[in-house]
């Protein structure tokens, strides 16, 4: 992935991908991600959209496009919980000031290779800690954008809320804050994340100050009865399973969730 980010040192390329996708319509509020967006990021973003199966395959170049039409470059910009830089990488390519923190301990059978990702990716920030409140190597209100992807599902309880609690903190008074997180519609877990989606939204419409212009019901039934809607594949959750036994881990039907919002201005 590394090697294909190379290819944007070429200035026309790069100013190509931002003209292109500045004027895409990415709208604010809540939707799902869709086979069409996916298609469109084979085509027109391969240096980040994978063919694995896997939910990030969609996830990471939705978030590319969603900053890229909400925030021009060259904003600053704060991913939470990056691992492997592939998209902070693209970003920082087109011109934007990136930073990613992650405490790359292998949590969530995330990577572990800090030093790696410092030497493959010169122009990104690395900042080796947990994303939480009162991080002093941030500046309050210094970033112009926050995003993470596949990211807010694994953190339960307090670690949520001091989450964001932190994007609250750093997040500048009318910046954008961008995120897509992993939804099982059907199978085991789906009542879990139905309800800690619900959460999710709940804690994000605190810091963001908008509220929703459509019930969540209403939109999981929008996404459970889209043919367009993007799943995980069989082959992803193979990959998923990391050699359990399916018995321990059967198939279930998982779906990508997405939020994007301005901070509304303070009366």
């Known amino acids: 992935m590394s090697q294909a980010l190379r290819h944007l040192n070429n200035p026309a390329a790069a100013a190509a991908i931002v003209e292109r996708f500045s004027k895409s319509d990415r709208g604010l509020g809540l939707s799902y991600a869709t086979v069409r967006d996916y298609c469109e990021s084979l085509d027109e973003l391969p240096q980040i959209t994978a063919l694995d199966g896997d939910l990030k395959n969609v996830q990471r170049p939705w ?3 969603a900053v890229l039409a909400n925030v021009p470059p060259p904003a600053r910009l704060l991913e939470i919980g990056g691992g492997v830089p592939i998209v902070s990488g693209l970003l920082s390519e087109l011109g934007y000031d990136v930073t990613l923190v992650d405490p790359y301990d292998g949590f969530g059978n995330g990577p572990t290779d800090y030093q790696r990702y410092v030497k493959l990716f010169p122009h990104v920030k690395i900042v080796r800690e947990y994303f939480r409140p009162g991080l002093e190597a941030f500046t309050a209100g210094s970033f ?3 995003f993470s992807i596949s990211v807010l599902e694994h ?3 307090d670690s949520l809320t001091s989450c964001f609690e932190a994007i609250a903190e750093f997040l500048s008074p009318q910046g954008v804050s961008i995120h897509c997180f992993d939804f ?3 199978g085991c877990g789906e009542a879990h994340d139905f309800a800690n989606s ?6 994000h419409q605190k810091i963001t100050g908008q509220t929703a212009t459509e019930p969540f019901e209403n939109l999981v039934e929008r996404l459970r009865n889209d043919v367009e809607t993007f799943f995980l594949s069989p082959q992803g959750h193979h990959n998923w399973r990391g050699g359990q036994p399916y ?6 039907k998982v779906a990508s969730l997405q939020m994007v919002e301005q901070r509304a201005p303070r009366a």
């Open 184 to 186: 099982i519609l059907q």
């Open 144 to 146: 112009d954008a926050i």
């Open 247 to 252: 018995a321990v881990f059967p198939f279930r």
């Open 63 to 65: 978030a590319a496009k």
């Open 198 to 203: 619900q959460r999710i939204l709940a804690e």
């Open 155 to 157: 953190l339960a309880g």
